[in-house]
């Protein structure tokens, strides 16, 4: 088992540009997770996808953030454009859902973001 | 949404003793507990979990305690060594959103 993959695993970029961060879920699970880490803030939800499906986006900071999930294999978490404040690690995590609460959530290594 | 305090925010132990990092919430229908570890530059890993239903779980050095009455719950760890040096974050399953909340995170260092 692979279990998530991120990429990249670091992204440098200069403010306003566009910058896409990809996941790849583990294989047979059907939930989705983008999380957002920074010293000040913590471990924050961003969006949350059940099969495929933007379930809650409540966590997206702003317009400039969003994400899709065109397929169960994929995920793409885009900032468009991109400002210094952005810069954090953006995890992704995936878990099967089964209906119950305790559904583990797995997360891939994480992809650390500096904007300049 | 769900609020989770997480307390100490640091924690030094001498190799051997036991550390006890607490957390508690306002959400008296989370009902799933779930402790994470993340190593300097790594991913969180999960380390235990207690659902609602159970008042304490064990699993070799590490326990969970879960007082769902005061809406607390602890993670114990014992014999500490050098490797449990990390960051440890409680969370809790938001029944609403089906999503985890997470505390702000424990750094503990464990001196040899």
């Known amino acids: 088992d692979a279990g998530v993959i991120q990429s990249p695993r670091h992204e440098v970029t200069e403010m306003g540009q566009e910058v896409t961060l990809r996941c790849k879920p583990i294989?047979?699970?059907?939930?989705l997770f983008w999380y957002r880490q920074t010293m000040m803030r913590g471990l924050e939800l961003l969006i949350y996808?059940?099969?495929?499906?933007?379930?809650?986006d409540s966590g997206m900071p702003e317009d400039r953030f969003s994400a899709k999930m065109p397929n169960a294999s994929f995920s793409t978490l885009k900032i468009q454009p991109s400002e210094p404040r952005d810069s954090a690690v953006y995890f992704c995590?995936?878990?099967?859902?089964?209906?119950?609460?305790?559904?583990?959530?797995?997360f891939g290594p994480g992809t650390r973001l500096t904007v300049l | 949404g769900e609020n989770v305090e997480q307390h100490p925010s640091t924690l030094s132990v001498q190799e051997g003793d036991s550390a006890v990092i607490k957390c508690t919430y306002s959400?008296?229908?989370?009902?799933?507990f779930p402790w994470y570890k993340q190593e300097l530059g790594k991913r969180p890993q999960l380390i235990i979990d207690?659902?609602?239903?159970?008042g304490e779980k064990k699993d070799q050095r590490i326990a969970v305690t879960l007082n769902k009455t005061a809406k607390h719950f602890s993670l114990h760890i014992t014999e500490t060594q050098p490797e449990d040096s990390a960051v440890y974050f409680c969370?809790?399953?938001?029944?609403?959103?089906?999503?985890?909340?997470f505390g702000s995170g424990t750094r503990l260092q464990v001196q040899p």
């Open positions: 995590a995936s878990s099967l859902t089964s209906g119950t609460p305790t559904d583990t959530q797995y």
């Open positions: 294989s047979g699970h059907n939930s």
């Open positions: 996808f059940n099969n495929n499906v933007p379930i809650d």
């Open positions: 959400d008296s229908a989370s009902n799933y």
């Open positions: 207690i659902r609602s239903n159970v």
């Open positions: 969370a809790l399953m938001d029944t609403g959103r089906r999503a985890l909340t």
